[in-house]
């Protein structure tokens, strides 16, 4: 069992929601991402994906846009950051996914890119613009240094296209809660409520939601009907936002300790504020 599942196991026998958190590699340095991930761990983070800059990152909204030419101003390339997680590794169980196109993946070369990630300490990879279709020749190499493969399953998708793309998902399925690009829509609860109603019947992998999620309280009406939530985009504005600030680190962890104590009630949450359109129930029993 790696690091991932065994994450997924103990949230569930804790009772808790997995926190995911996403920063671009080298945002704004490669020093300050080495820093951030234990400092979110610290703060309760379950899991983090690290964004491999891209050119064209075309899922990600202007926030991850804007990281991702900051860390190529700075020439941040895929050793630099295989490098960095090894040294965090040292210290750190907590699961990595890398997170990005295949563009740089490919160029670095697929058994390439396996063996160096798998050393360096990765647990999984999200290829967004790589399709179930097209991925056997990149897991070919990865699958056997055992990276999970991380689906992204889009509002959209049908359910027989669903069942196809589940069936040789690993790791956990990222459920994308809004069509659009990252950051810029809101998530909407009675949308998300009926899809993971339909994955709960297909699949029993863990699933996340990602996209748009950007406070405490959207990550916890969110949580309390899936397995976890991805923050992703809030996260990395702060970054822009405060990189030269000497205070980046608690601003993060703070942000992060949030999102945290907000996703350890969402079980009451969900009590206390049902789905927009449905009645509470009184508790009382029926004579």
Request: glycine share 10%; proline share 6%.
């Amino acid at each position: 069992m790696g690091r991932i599942e065994e994450k997924f196991v103990a949230l569930k026998k804790e009772g808790k929601k997995a926190f995911i958190a996403y920063i671009t590699a080298g945002d704004p340095d490669l020093r300050t991402t080495g820093m951030l991930i234990p400092a979110l761990e610290q703060a309760g983070v379950d899991i983090i994906e690290i964004g491999m800059p891209f050119s064209d990152p075309a899922a990600d909204g202007p926030v991850i846009q804007a990281a991702s030419e900051r860390a190529l101003k700075k020439g941040i390339r895929l050793d630099d950051i295989f490098k960095m997680i090894a040294a965090v590794r040292k210290k750190s169980r907590l699961p990595i996914v890398l997170f990005g196109y295949y563009n740089p993946v490919l160029h670095y070369g697929n058994a390439a890119f396996a063996a160096a990630a798998g050393a360096s300490g990765v647990d999984g990879i999200l290829v967004v613009d790589l399709p179930p279709e097209e991925a056997d020749e990149l897991r070919r190499y990865t699958d056997p240094v055992g990276l999970s493969f991380i689906t992204l399953i889009a509002p959209t998708t049908g359910l027989a296209r669903v069942r196809k793309m589940v069936g040789r998902a690993s790791g956990f399925l990222y459920y994308i809660s809004a069509t659009g690009v990252t950051g810029t829509a809101k998530p909407v609860l009675e949308d998300i409520r009926k899809d993971m109603k339909n994955l709960r019947t297909i699949t029993s992998l863990p699933t996340v939601v990602g996209f748009g999620i950007s406070t405490p309280e959207q990550a916890a009406g969110i949580a309390a009907l899936a397995d976890g939530v991805v923050v992703g985009s809030a996260l990395v504005k702060l970054i822009g936002a405060n990189g030269k600030s000497n205070e980046l680190l608690a601003d993060i962890a703070s942000f992060a300790a949030g999102i945290r104590q907000a996703l350890d009630f969402a079980p009451l949450n969900q009590a206390e504020s049902p789905v927009k359109g449905e009645k509470r129930s009184s508790g009382k029993k029926k004579s």
